[in-house]
């Protein structure tokens, strides 16, 4: 059975032409989804729906199935989402006179990639004589066709988009019980009437080959919508077709992110888990549940100079933590019996340690409490790398211009030049830590100044010292 797992990177994330500037961030826990009445002569029969995604938890992990779009239930819900065991799923239900009919599909891939944006479209049109061109899927631009399971409406079949007693259209979880979803949804255009297809929505970059989205120019029908989620204050505002806006429960304007299918940024990476850490808030809370717990980011980088922040919140129930870097999945415990594994970190009380056991001496100027803001610069040229709290580089240091720092290079057990390294988070010594990211694309930790690196991406609480860059696609691209 077919994984479509990208890889570390975000490796579908292509560059240049049309640019998405934000998406939104859905988290099960909080109950998070944007609703609005289906308004009459919506068609039932003919409609199409796309949209991108990057899922933070996988469903096979989570137990549960996740919708990203429902179009409205009655009697049966005609929805689609990631199943309980990854799979892409479909349900076309409700039917000519509220009947209850239900016809699904899953696909025989799974979707494990918590790096990578995807993007799917669904055509449906009932009044085809022919059954499979009454439903057609695109995942990634390449039309699914290897099904687990697949029911094509029958003819004329009325889809549960218009019925009695108000149906609704969301954009993620189906309610506060059921099938919510956990990660970031961008470019949700749902058309009605009309059977568009992939290319209308996206094309394969010419250089790269990869997936790209491309602005929909077509027609949206009688009461078609566009989400865009560019209008912090109005995340639910419809920017085309019918004007009817969405609303919103348990989502404010905190909720609005830039790590987008155009340029994807650094989160943690629920694949690669080491101990029971678990991953919340778009993948940027991490749950160390026992000692030497540890996560990793989905961005990995061999060059190129980097920047990002950390933070114990108040609310942790220890301020045990240790913030870093480290070659993926050798570093401390994540190499089993083995001391040397290759990652450095500050620990809460100011040392640096390195080779899992390693320490330098303890520098107070390095120390941090619940609260504080840790940050976090590397430069892979000199191969070092150095600490601020909150907003103050530690004593004798300063990144801009290479002064002090931690060598890594020399410390480091085996190490070699070039390396890939990821960041990273770690406890130590007892359990209950959370730590709280921002790569720059979507934090919890509060932000009173934004600040941006120089290329104008991220959005941090602290300048990033000169030359130094969030870690994203696009500067990936020109730095990594």
């Not at 797992?5 to 944007?34: H, M, P, Q, R």
């Not at 025989?108 to 990578?116: E, H, V």
Request: hydrophobic share 30%.
């Amino acid at each position: 059975m077919a994984d479509i797992n990208l890889g570390v990177g975000g490796a579908n994330s292509a560059t240049g032409g049309y640019d998405i500037d934000n998406s939104l961030k859905f988290e099960d826990d909080n109950d998070e989804w944007l609703y609005r009445t289906n308004a009459s002569g919506t068609n039932t029969k003919t409609w199409t729906v796309s949209w991108w995604f990057k899922q933070t938890e996988l469903r096979s992990v989570n137990g549960a199935a996740a919708e990203h779009w429902q179009g409205g239930g009655y009697g049966e819900a005609t929805r689609a989402g990631i199943f309980a065991d990854d799979r892409i799923w479909i349900d076309i239900g409700g039917g000519d006179g509220n009947t209850g009919t239900l016809f699904r599909s899953l696909s025989t891939a799974r979707l494990r990639d918590t790096a990578a944006w995807y993007h799917i479209v669904i055509a449906c049109d009932s009044t085809q004589s022919t059954e499979a061109d009454r439903l057609k899927v695109w995942l990634n631009g390449v039309e699914v066709t290897a099904w687990d399971q697949r029911q094509y409406p029958t003819l004329n079949y009325e889809s549960a988009l218009q019925g009695t007693g108000g149906v609704q259209m969301k954009w993620g979880s189906a309610d506060a019980t059921y099938h919510g979803y956990s990660g970031y949804l961008a470019e949700c255009n749902y058309v009605d009437g009309v059977t568009a297809t992939q290319n209308d929505f996206g094309e394969f970059d010419e250089d790269t080959g990869i997936w790209k989205p491309k602005a929909y120019t077509g027609s949206y029908g009688t009461n078609g919508s566009y989400l865009d989620f560019e209008i912090a204050n109005d995340l639910g505002a419809n920017a085309k077709g019918n004007d009817v806006n969405f609303s919103l429960n348990n989502i404010t304007s905190a909720d609005q992110a830039t790590d987008t299918p155009t340029n994807n940024f650094c989160t943690f990476n629920a694949i690669s888990v080491v101990g029971t850490s678990t991953y919340t808030e778009g993948g940027t809370v991490g749950q160390a549940n026992k000692q030497n717990d540890q996560g990793e980011g989905t961005i990995m980088f061999s060059s190129g100079n980097w920047y990002f922040e950390m933070q114990v919140p108040s609310s942790s129930a220890s301020s045990d933590a240790m913030f870093g870097f480290a070659i993926p999945n050798e570093w401390g415990p994540s190499n089993p019996g083995d001391d040397s594994g290759k990652g450095f970190s500050v620990h809460n009380v100011g040392r640096w340690y390195y080779n899992n056991n390693g320490h330098t001496s303890t520098d107070s100027s390095a120390a941090f409490a619940k609260g504080d803001i840790v940050s976090l610069a590397i430069n892979t040229s000199s191969e070092k790398a150095w600490v601020a709290i909150n907003g103050t580089w530690a004593t004798g240091t300063n990144p801009a211009t290479g002064t002090g720092g931690f060598s890594y290079g020399t410390l480091l057990t085996s190490w070699e030049s070039g390396s890939y390294l990821v960041p990273a988070f770690r406890t130590h010594y007892v359990s209950g830590s959370e730590s709280n990211a921002n790569f720059g694309g979507f934090t919890v930790i509060s932000i009173s100044t934004p600040e941006t690196d120089e290329n104008g991406y991220g959005t941090f609480e602290y300048a990033p010292p000169s030359g130094y860059y969030a870690l994203c696609t696009k500067n990936l691209e020109e730095y990594g």
